[in-house]
């Protein structure tokens, strides 16, 4: 790629998708919007006595969801993205949340503005590890040309402040806190959750939960969350320049978050994000890239003549 514009533009683009590829639309993006049907999806109003049954009230059955997907510990992900003409991307692979974010994630490009830049440096698909203090990201080899030879990118978390202000503190707290129950504690925020049905997702019967946000209200809505709990969450939407997000998620018998989708408008336009777990206490194993073949984003920001926050 030509350019010191083009390889910052990269390296902080980067630093989005990998957060997006993790922590979903509540960071401000995400894809493949999907309703209740598709992938084979079947849907029922009929009443169950299994996992969320309609015998169970909504806030009920999303607080045992929350508490048994947070404590399954990990899972296998798959992920689509849009973020209006600025990406579309997908994500695949495992991750942990007992003892900080661990895993690995293939993340591909498919679309946008996002993709065209990735293209230029010479791969649109790229390998996304995460560790409990940065994350690294695999370039390739037209990069590593441009970063003496180093094909891995590190980001510390500490260090994603510096991204740009407010911004950037909300891709560190993102990163450090993503799990897949954030989406159940979003349902839960909205003030208006509600039991859809009873649906089958990729062959397991689930119930379909539903509700909007509307971070305005959120401090003053009589959700589920405490006002400690409901105040993180509003800044974290209004830094993502999130204003109103709808949530869908699919709870299996076992209580288990098994697909989310969100969407909604963030400062960069309208997004959407399905995301599929399964899997739930698969092993994850994440090893650091080797130390002389990976380059710290802030020092290359800096060897091009520019601050991290440019």
Same mark, same amino acid.
């Given at each position: ?45 009929? /009443? ?17 969801a929350e508490k ?25 692979g495992s991750l ?28 649109? /698909? ?139 408008q963030a400062a ?43």
């Amino acid at each position: 790629m030509k350019g010191t514009n083009g390889r910052r533009a990269g390296l902080s683009i980067v630093a989005v998708t990998l957060l997006t590829g993790v922590a979903g639309c509540s960071s401000g993006g995400s894809g493949g919007s999907e309703g209740s049907g598709g992938d084979g999806e079947s849907s029922s109003s009929s /009443s169950s006595s299994k996992g969320g049954g309609s015998h169970v009230s909504p806030i009920a059955a999303l607080r045992t969801a929350e508490k048994s997907t947070d404590g399954a510990d990990s899972a296998k992900v798959e992920s689509t993205t849009t973020m209006g003409s600025l990406m579309a991307m997908t994500a695949d692979g495992s991750l942990g949340w007992g003892d900080g974010l661990t895993g690995t994630l293939t993340i591909t490009y498919t679309g946008g503005t996002m993709a065209d830049t990735m293209r230029q440096l010479g791969a649109t /698909s790229m390998e996304a590890r995460y560790l409990p203090d940065a994350y690294y990201a695999r370039m390739g080899d037209v990069f590593a040309e441009q970063a003496g030879g180093k094909h891995w990118i590190k980001y510390p978390y500490e260090a994603l402040e510096t991204l740009g202000g407010g911004s950037g503190a909300y891709l560190k707290d993102q990163m450090e806190n993503s799990t897949p129950n954030q989406s159940v504690k979003l349902l839960l925020a909205s003030g208006d959750v509600r039991r859809v049905g009873e649906e089958t997702v990729r062959g397991e019967h689930t119930t379909h939960y539903s509700g909007t946000v509307e971070v305005a209200d959120l401090a003053t809505r009589n959700s589920s969350l405490s006002d400690s709990q409901l105040a993180d969450l509003k800044k974290q939407l209004e830094q993502a320049g999130v204003t109103t997000e709808t949530v869908d998620i699919w709870v299996d018998d076992e209580n288990l978050l098994v697909k989310k989708v969100e969407q909604g408008q963030a400062a960069n336009g309208a997004y959407s994000q399905t995301a599929y777990y399964s899997d739930y206490g698969t092993p994850v194993d994440t090893e650091v890239p080797p130390a002389a073949d990976t380059a710290d984003f802030s020092e290359l920001l800096q060897q091009q003549g520019a601050g991290p926050t440019s």
